[in-house]
């Protein structure tokens, strides 16, 4: 028997037994207008603008207004007007190497860490938030919770596929420990909660 042989046999005879996962720990619901303040507030302490807003269309309004429209914008979300609107994969990343702003459909958001799930069902590709100068999210109001545990219960995670939880703009203090917005991702994060 060679040794790594020796050393596997040793490990399958020494597992552990199964133990039963721990209960699931209930928090008692806070009411919708205190989720969205308590989202509101801990994503701006994390450098995203959140607005409010009564539709889509309002969020191409605002964007038209603040942004001169940059050469390139990519939309995945029908009815911002505003951008390129795409609604299909791309297949190669290196067209976006000038791109300065995506707007993207999350999923949900979060409001313990003000965080927005972005699944690949609403991404052209998945580089598309980290690789933009601007990424503006839009959730819908009712799809903001109040902490992970809602989160998870809510998404589907036995599908296969790539997510990620975005909060705020991209930041770093691992050069020279010096905070660097963007080295990473966006330097800039909107959120906006559509009524």
């Known amino acids: 028997m060679s040794s790594r042989e020796s050393i596997l ?3 399958k005879a020494n597992k552990p037994a199964a133990a039963p996962l721990p209960a699931t720990l209930a928090f008692p619901p806070l009411p919708a207008a205190d989720v969205l303040e308590k989202y509101v507030r801990i994503a701006e302490a994390v450098g995203t603008v959140v607005m409010q807003v009564e539709s889509l269309s309002a969020i191409g309004a605002y964007l ?16 911002v007007g505003f951008g390129q609107e795409l609604s299909g994969p791309i297949e190669d990343g290196h067209t976006l190497a000038n791109l300065e702003m995506a707007v993207v459909q999350g999923t949900l958001a979060v409001a ?34 109040n902490n992970m545990h ?25 050069i020279e420990q010096s905070l660097v917005i963007g080295a990473h991702g966006p330097k800039r994060a909107h959120v906006f909660i559509v009524k």
């Open 9 to 11: 046999k040793q490990v």
């Open 64 to 79: 038209k207004k603040h942004y001169e429209t940059p050469e390139r914008v990519l939309n995945t979300v029908k009815g």
């Open 112 to 145: 313990e860490n003000g965080a927005v799930w972005v699944s690949e069902e609403h991404l052209p590709i998945r580089v598309l938030p980290f690789i933009t100068e601007h990424l503006m999210l839009v959730v819908s109001e009712q799809d903001v919770v």
């Open 150 to 174: 809602e989160a998870y219960a809510r998404l589907d995670v036995s599908v296969p596929g790539f997510g990620a939880f975005i909060s705020g703009p991209s930041r770093t203090a691992d």
